[in-house]
């Protein structure tokens, strides 16, 4: 597992969670488990900004990523955002609920 955070002024105001997918044969995909951000610190670009360093990630690493199909309605809020970020760093993207 991994912890992407942002932090402002020694405070962490945004975290998020990349899991190894436990499937076999799926050795390279990490799913995307959640991305949150502080309330008081939400609609300041903290999701987009933390969504950029999770594909940053991947591309360097080489690994695909997965939305998670529980965090639905944060995926649909940033759904945009996440697959802009795929096509701008050459990332494999999976929308959990449509499958490859």
Known sequence: MSYPVVEVENKIVALAEL??????????????????????????????????????????????????????VGFEKLKDKLNELAKKYSVKFIDADKGL
């Open 19 to 72: 899991e190894k997918s436990p499937h076999q044969g799926e050795e390279n995909i990490y799913w995307i488990k959640f991305i949150s951000v502080d309330p008081e610190y939400q609609r300041q670009g903290y999701a987009s900004k933390i969504a950029e360093e999770i594909f940053k990630y991947a591309r360097d690493k080489g690994i695909t990523l997965q939305s998670s199909s529980c965090t639905e």
